[in-house]
């Protein structure tokens, strides 16, 4: 099975932190996704990878950055965290193309203080 | 524009009621993919299924069952013979950039389905 994991299931972080969400997928999957997940909000995309070192912006990307220098770790970085910032972040990955769907990891729930 | 909708934010049933969820989706896409995924307490989203824009067939899987109709832009989801372990949040979503490499979903705002005993 294809396994999904992000580093740390809970972060607290300071306003003004740099932060780093980290996510590794084991089945040598060419696409990698960030997803911020929010009440009332549903998933909203920040950013995508299709390839090493290759990136798109999502439907969110203002405030974030990402990291994909190895296929299967794709990183998602806040530059400077602020509250509004507080969210469940979701990683997934999947085949090129994405039409066989994906896998989630569980989640990372950061808040910012 | 591509776009996602269910208008149902929370449904609330009692174990063995049959219950459907509603979603709605918006492409100018001829060839499209859907999902709807499972997102129980435990937080990781899990895939149900998928179905193509070429396949109306309806599909059953146990007590889950899927209406796929084009005619309306609709994809719902019925359980029948709900059960406590149903409770969780049900995601639609759709595939935009199919055809390329750079694929990717956008979700539905998610209904919350609670199934009391």
């Known amino acids: ?113 | 524009a591509q776009k996602v909708t269910q208008a149902q934010t929370e449904i609330s049933v009692v174990e063995k009621e049959d219950v459907t969820l509603d979603c709605v989706y918006e492409t100018r896409d001829t060839t499209y993919y859907l999902f709807w995924y499972k997102q129980p307490p435990s937080g990781e989203l899990v895939f149900l299924i998928r179905r193509n824009s070429f396949d109306e067939q309806n599909e059953i899987s146990g007590r889950y069952s899927w209406n796929f109709q084009k005619s309306t832009s609709s994809f719902n989801f019925t359980i029948t013979a709900s059960q406590v372990v149903d409770s969780a949040v049900y995601f639609c979503a759709l595939l935009r950039g199919y055809g390329g490499s750079q694929g990717n979903l956008i979700f539905g705002k998610g209904t919350k389905l609670s199934v009391k005993p």
């Open chain 1, 1 to 113: 099975d294809v396994k999904v994991t992000q580093s740390s299931r809970y972060l607290v972080k300071r306003t003004g932190e740099k932060v780093f969400l980290e996510c590794v997928q084991d089945m040598d999957h060419e696409n990698m996704f960030w997803y911020r997940q929010d009440p009332g909000l549903g998933l909203r995309l920040i950013y995508f990878s299709y390839d090493v070192k290759m990136k798109e912006k999502g439907d969110i990307p203002e405030g974030y950055s990402v990291s994909r220098e190895k296929k299967e770790r794709f990183s998602l970085i806040l530059e400077s965290a602020s509250t509004n910032q507080t969210s469940m972040y979701l990683c997934a990955s999947s085949l090129t193309g994405g039409w066989r769907g994906y896998t989630f990891g569980s989640g990372t729930r950061l808040t910012v203080v």
